[in-house]
């Protein structure tokens, strides 16, 4: 939770800092960066998988294994990235033009993502190496990283940007240059922190091609999951857009303010229960792996849902500090704000099941409940209400929350119906780690 703190207030910061700037930073910033997500999703991927083999592999004591499932899934991860980096160089300006927008816009949009997407390939190695830390249980070293790296980031933002200790404003330039930097020291940091531990958790040249397909059998689900919703939000951005630039500003702010104050929490306990998922079912004992996924889900309700409320009530001063050079985005902050305080409870609740069930081997349902929410709740709903019925942003407001309210009814019934204990033991089985028996 402290590392996914430092990580999130990394990105309040930048919003922080373009905000003063002009709203088109605002947005240009805001739609570069649902590229810069494709990194991170296809990260989390390989992060997903490399966290859900490493934890069955520590409660299995299978060293080896472990050794040749994070290797594989780090060179994997800095292949992804190249074709990334080099798309993010070269074609910046048309892909911020595919949302509508011109002007300033697009050629703020442009500088961002080319400085940010440089970085891809070592954003992957960060993302897969510090869940690679902790699967084995690990989850201070990655948490001293972040801090380190964030801090770094954070300063380089605020120095960069806006101009302080005597340095030059680069603006969104700057900022981007900060994230960037931050990448590649997190990277290198946590490549020597595993390479130096090779009692522990050794790099390996991989050559298990079972481990590998493994590998892709569990990121493939969790990297379409992450370009679902990032798919999604380019029409759903485009129609805030056509609501106005305030009204997709606003969002931009909302959800920042609700990222920061809920989102670490969320996703510090999707973290956990993968690694105690994956732990019990490498030990063998899938009741134990069952009563761990439910325990954390209610553990991450009560206290999430709990924040939700508060944030209900304390929005108008929150979305305030983010929103400086954007007055006229403030009311529709606000109430995006608003509208993820009181589903946070269900965002809660889906994070923490598609932990559990990402700790099993099971990436498929989370990808399932995430491309029907996103696509049929978020964008058709925004679109239904807010277009064809004419409810404008309030059209916006009840679709943000019904798609998670489905989200996390799908994953409640999967995790008590389906048969995921089993995929993780015949998985461990295949690649060595168990025996049938076990």
């Known amino acids: 939770m402290a590392s996914q703190t430092l990580r999130t207030l990394m990105r309040t910061v930048d919003v922080l800092v373009t905000a003063t700037f002009s709203p088109a930073a605002v947005v240009a910033v805001g739609l570069a960066d649902l590229y810069g997500r494709i990194p991170l ?39 992804a990235g190249v074709p990334i980096a080099l798309c993010g160089v070269s074609f910046g300006g048309p892909l911020i033009r595919l949302f509508g927008a011109s002007g300033a816009t697009v050629a ?7 400085v940010v997407l440089a970085t891809a390939p070592a954003r992957h190695v960060s993302l897969v190496a510090s869940r690679a830390l902790q699967g084995t249980g690990d989850t201070r070293t990655p948490m001293y990283v972040t801090g380190v790296t964030n801090l770094t980031n954070i300063t380089g933002s605020l120095v ?62 969790k990297i379409a999951e992450g370009f679902a919703t990032t798919l999604a ?26 990222q920061q104050v809920t989102g670490p929490l969320s996703r510090g306990y999707r973290t956990a229960v993968g690694v105690l998922v994956g732990h019990a079912l490498g030990d063998g004992d899938p009741g134990e792996a069952r009563y761990r996924g439910w325990a954390t889900t209610g553990l991450a309700v009560a206290t999430v849902g709990t924040i939700g409320l508060a944030l209900v009530a ?80 309030l059209g916006a407001y009840v679709a943000v929350g019904g798609q998670y309210v489905w989200m996390a009814a799908v994953a409640f019934v999967s995790f008590a119906c389906s048969d995921w204990a ?17």
């Open 160 to 221: 960069l940007g806006l101009g302080l200790l005597g340095v030059a404003s680069y603006g969104v330039l700057g900022v981007a240059a900060a994230t960037a930097a931050s990448n590649v020291l997190s990277a290198a940091l946590l490549v020597a922190t595993i390479h130096s531990r090779k009692d522990d958790l050794a790099l390996v040249r991989p050559r298990d091609l079972v481990v590998a397909r493994q590998l892709l059998a569990v990121a493939a689900p």
């Open 41 to 79: 999703r296809i990260g989390l991927g390989f992060g997903s998988a490399a966290i859900a083999l490493a934890s069955q592999d520590t409660g299995a004591d299978a060293d080896a294994n472990r050794a040749e499932a994070v290797s594989s899934a780090l060179v994997m991860g800095l292949l």
């Open 108 to 114: 703020l949009g442009a500088t961002y993502l080319a």
């Open 314 to 393: 304390l929005a108008p001063d929150a979305v305030r500090l983010l929103a400086g050079g954007s007055p006229d985005a403030l009311p529709y902050a606000t109430s995006f704000a608003r509208v993820y305080g009181y589903t946070a409870a269900f965002v809660a609740a889906f994070t923490v099941l598609s932990g559990a069930l990402g700790g099993a081997s099971e990436t498929r349902i989370p990808l399932f409940a995430r491309t029907t929410g996103v696509f049929g709740g978020l964008v058709g709903g925004t679109y239904a209400l807010g277009v064809v019925l004419g409810w404008g942003p």
């Open 422 to 438: 089993r995929r993780a033991t015949d998985m461990m089985a295949e690649r060595g780690s168990t025996t049938p028996d076990d």
């Open 233 to 258: 939000e380019f029409p759903f951005n485009a129609l805030l857009l056509g609501f106005g630039t305030p009204v997709n500003a606003g969002f931009q702010i909302g959800r920042r303010v609700y």
